[in-house]
T-cell receptor
């Protein structure tokens, strides 16, 4: 049973536009959420995170929004750049990740020139 | 190097063979995690070390999987009598502080791609 769901396996966005990646979760105990970016043949790299006490966190072109009542979070990238083409994983943890992170299956973002 | 290093990068094993996968975490990092990533899936938690202590091995799929970190730095994931379903990318990750301290940013290695024939 998938506790973290990324329902879009892929997303194509034009360069310069906004990319919105979505993630849903089922475990109400999750209190920390992260987004990781992964290029082929490399390990995931940390992008941005948000605690459950917040509903928004921004870092440069990247913003993560958390809607606890809907158990939904999203990653906004604006403006999208060619180097943003990668697989993006949503991850969640309980109590700071002592049991490890629970990852979604990922969304492959393709930025079209 | 400054990052998490894993070796070998690729490993091909015959069914029934034992394999050992190595992880060199970032120097000084207390926490070390192993994850398994099957094709088309996200990484799945296997086990967690805090220094040399294995605090959680609930994700290990069977008793054929064994992990150790005897001196609190380098870790080895061993898989005995490999099966085809063990084919996956095995990712190692480390972080400076234990979980729950706000240091949940894991630094991942590039992984070992294991193919069992």
């Amino acid at each position: 049973d998938q506790q973290v769901k990324q329902n879009s396996p892929s997303l194509s966005v034009q360069e310069g536009r906004i990319s919105i990646l979505n993630c849903d979760y089922t475990n109400s105990m999750f209190d920390y959420f992260l987004w990781y970016k992964k290029y082929p043949a490399e390990g995931p790299t940390f992008l941005i995170s948000i605690s459950s006490i917040k509903d928004k966190n921004e870092d440069g072109r990247f913003t993560v929004f958390l809607n606890k009542s809907a158990k939904h979070l999203s990653l906004h990238i604006v403006p999208s750049q060619p180097g943003d083409s990668a697989v993006y994983f949503c991850a969640a943890s309980v109590g700071g990740g002592a049991d490890g992170l629970t990852f979604g299956k990922g969304t492959h973002l393709i930025i079209q020139p | 190097g400054a990052g998490v290093s894993q070796s070998p990068r690729y490993k091909v094993a015959k069914r029934g063979q034992d394999v050992a996968l190595r992880c060199d975490p970032i120097s000084g990092h207390v926490s070390l995690f192993w994850y398994q990533q099957a094709l088309g899936q996200g990484p799945e938690f296997l086990t967690y070390f805090q220094n040399e202590a294995q605090l959680d091995k609930s994700g290990l799929p069977s008793d054929r999987f064994f992990a150790e970190r005897p001196e609190g730095s380098v870790s080895t994931l061993k898989i005995q009598r490999t099966q085809q379903e063990d084919s996956a990318v095995y990712l190692c990750a480390s972080s400076l502080l234990p979980p729950g301290t706000g240091a949940e940013k894991l630094f991942f290695g590039s992984g070992t791609q294991l193919s069992v024939l």
